[in-house]
């Protein structure tokens, strides 16, 4: 960090800290990101089911144009189109003159990328946009060529999104307000409808938002020199102003010395902190139910006096805490919260011989005031404990506090100390010294909150190091407690992966929602099947796991017997139907190869090798089935057009360029990614040295994947068929590729949706393709799961798994 002197209101101030002037990426950039993504998607569902109250919308506005008087009308449209149309020139004039290169480069980027996205969707978005009712056929012809179009506005709408960092509140206010008055002002002359400019307007939005996000904007917060010059303003005067190394989570933490010699401890919140807080708040209200999360606050300014309140009542109630001095204003809206600096470390960062049975007792009276008082901290980890020079423990960073807090969050309290603790002296010691200070009554009622959920991140990833450390702690609370076990309290109302699955199920009902549209005639083709073929369905759905056998047992030199690796790969269809992408499979063959005596390293190589193989045979199958099928059906149908291919492959290259960007990925690749490949390819050269299992595994691969073929074929039979089995493959092979990428157990809806969707694209009827399909998926996907699961059975009793 550099030291440098600055002169504030005729002052010298030395000033200790790094004013970097790189770009960043902060919260309110991805909130942003995820809002504008969420408008997009009603934007787009609004023009899509909305074009009667877009047309009606505009209809009342035409009518309010008839009534009106015609000078009225075309200064309303004058003041708010005309205007808004300087913006992009005088945006482009500011850049220039403010020499801001970077800038400029962002603005033509998301011009550019806004106009490809609106070549490409111009035909459907102009199809969807309703006519207005009796347009006005006397307006001036500059009204008429000034009409704004979806580019247009989405274009405005991406500059001035990536120019916002550099605009000042007021002008930015300004320019949205004149950019979204747009709208209205061009239904009020009766020349367009909204709905087109609503999907423009939120394109463009996107774009600016993951443009700022893929190449950052500079640091919005306030420097140390305007830290200085506002605390100045409030009568607070340093002399020095140091950037502190401590943890002070949601804030940027500094150390100040004031003219008279006094030592402060200066916490600045901004308007990135803030919009993190807001992050936090909502996914942890999206997530966990019960956890006595309130609702944020109107504004950090409100945040920051709430702070300092609790601190003061905390600090009033006798709690030892740094002194409060004052809350204080910065420019931009941010806020500081200057305390007295204490001399000490937190207790995270002191040696864990130092924290000995009379420092824990000393945080736990401390814990004892707050309770008494009604005070909740809402955040009391190792890192806001902090330890003086003279070894008394005192509590810091009351921003999470409550004060009248009620029992949950008091006990929520008592829940993160006991593990945060533990963390650093172990269950017995952490348990003991709180039961001896609080009673066991007060611990055994935040026992149930002594899960991974309800503590702070670094306790949570303290815990995944320590596996052991949270059943330690539950084992001690029952001993020194009258309770019989723990019982945890259920505080996640939903989890992640459930929000994933609902979504792709959600996708995929909506695609398969069409094809029921003629359901008589679908129970009349069921009724009418011939159900011979369903044994040839079975026969071929039972050779998938014999495929699959082979060419796991050919994967290592170790001699496999055929026979219990088709059960363990009959087993892994129980095991898959409970885990995403197949997951649960994998997870068994690692541990049946472990069992065999099979090296941990080289069964995780052997099976990237028996995966690696399966995408070869798979995509070389595709080719071939490919160039079979286009003599004998037009595969071109069932493709998606060459533009839609391009625009995915750039987006998949953008992606691959942002992430090889990012240090993290690059970190990740190196010591993760390129040492399996390397195990794979050092397996691949010595399968190489044994052509008889090379033989059998690419043979085992293609029994795997024709077998599928062979059960969508028959299925397809047994409902009439109608066409080459040729085309199948290409829809079964190109499906099931897609289809691999859904989270959800044997790609459930995902599968179903593609094949439906390529049968009918190659000319089989939906009456046919449905039943055959949902008869396939019965065959190959939901029959072998009871067989799996005795299987799985048979191969733990013997100990095989």
Known sequence: MAERTVEVGGRQVTVVASESKSWVRSPVDFMRLIVSAVAVGLSVLGLSYLQGTAAGLSGDFAEITRTAPGFFTLSIYATFDVVASLIPMAVLIWILVRRRWRLLGLYFLTSTIVSFVFTLLSGPIQARVPQVPNPPDDLPSWATELVWTPEGIGSLAAALVVSAPWMSRRWRRTAWVLLLA?????????????????????????????????FGAPQRNPTAVDVVDGLASS?????????????????????????????????????????ADLMFRVYRWLRLSGVGDERPFSSLRRAVEHEAMVSAMAERAGVLTPPIVAPVALKDDSMALVYERVDGRSLDGVE??????????????????????????????????????????????FGFGEV????????????????????????????????????PQAVAAAAPRMQPLTLAGATQAALKKDKKLLGEVHVRVVER???????????????????????????????????FADLPRVLEQVRGANWAWAVPAVVFSLLTYLGAALALSASVKQRLSVARTTLVTLGGSFVNRV????????ALNMRYLQKQGVDPAIAASSIGLYQGVGIVV????????????????SVSEFLPSGTIIFVISAVVLVLIGVAIGIPKVRKAFRTTVRPQLAKIRASFMDLLRSPGRLVMLVLGSAILTLSYIGALWASIQAFGGGIPIAGIAVVFLAGASIASAAPTPGGIGAVEAA?????????LASTVAVPAVFFYRLATFWLPVLPGWIGFTVLQRRGDI
């Open 481 to 515: 407690t009258e309770l019989q076990e723990v019982e945890l309290a259920k505080v996640e109302r939903v989890k992640p992966r459930t929000v994933l699955y609902a979504a792709m199920l959600f996708v995929a009902v909506w695609v398969l929602i069409p094809q």
């Open 579 to 586: 885990t995403p992408a197949k997951v649960g499979g994998i």
């Open 618 to 633: 798979h995509l070389s199958l595709l080719v071939t089935f490919g160039l079979w099928a286009g003599r004998t059906v």
């Open 235 to 275: 009568g607070l005067v340093l002399t020095e102003l140091r950037r502190a190394g401590v943890d002070a989570r949601g804030s940027t933490p500094y150390f100040g010395v004031g003219a008279d010699g006094r030592a402060y401890f200066v916490k600045v919140l901004g308007v990135d902190e803030r919009s």
């Open 404 to 439: 009248a807090a009620d029992d949950l969050l008091l006990d929520q309290d008592v829940a993160q100390l006991v593990m945060s603790t533990a963390v650093d002296v172990g269950a017995e010691r952490a348990v003991d010294a709180a039961v001896d200070v609080l009673g």
């Open 182 to 214: 747009v709208i209205p002002s061009e239904m009020l002359v009766g020349l367009d409808a909204p709905s087109g400019l609503l999907v423009g307007l939120a394109v463009g939005w996107f774009v600016g938002s993951a443009t700022v996000v893929a």
């Open 352 to 397: 864990t011989s130092e924290i000995n049975d009379s420092v824990l007792r000393g945080v736990w009276e401390q814990v004892a005031i707050l309770r008494q008082q009604r005070i909740a901290h809402r955040d009391l980890r190792s890192a806001n404990v902090f330890l003086t020079a003279s070894g008394r423990p005192m509590l810091i960073d």
């Open 755 to 763: 094949l439906v969707a390529g049968l009918t694209a190659l000319g």
